[in-house]
């Protein structure tokens, strides 16, 4: 019933910046708490940032802290990622992803907490 709708990716320089948007329908928005995950071939899936149904509490990886910030809008049903400073590494494909929690103070805090999952977008950030 839940579905995930990521978009805002593509190519970007090192050193510039992407917002990535989800738009999430078929549930009751902030029951869940929302996260993003990225993969690169090859490699073992990252948890970049979550945050919780209310959007008061955040989890962010070392790898992105001070780079990326996570926000959500209850009224317009979409969560975002806002991407800055990027660098070559952060290429992948970005799911965005949802959890099922009823806690609006509880953010994601493991892959394996989400229950339902978007096609992904691809980031490609060249030197």
């Known amino acids: 019933q839940v579905q995930l709708v990521e978009s805002g990716g593509g190519l970007v320089q090192a050193g510039g910046s992407l917002r990535l948007a989800c738009a999430f329908s078929?549930?009751?928005?902030?029951?869940?708490?929302m996260g993003w995950v990225r993969q690169t071939p090859g490699k073992e899936r990252e948890l970049v940032a979550t945050v919780s149904g209310s959007g008061t509490s955040t989890y962010y990886a070392d790898s992105v802290k001070g780079r990326f910030t996570i926000s959500r809008d209850n009224a317009k049903n979409t969560v975002y990622l806002q991407m800055n400073s990027l660098k070559p590494e952060d290429t992948a494909v970005y799911y965005c992803?949802?959890?099922?929690?009823?806690?609006?103070?509880?953010?994601?805090?493991?892959?394996?907490?989400?229950?339902?999952w978007g096609q992904g977008t691809q980031v490609t950030v060249s030197s």
């Open positions: 992803a949802a959890d099922r929690t009823y806690m609006p103070y509880a953010r994601p805090t493991r892959i394996g907490n989400f229950d339902y």
């Open positions: 078929g549930g009751t928005f902030n029951t869940y708490g």
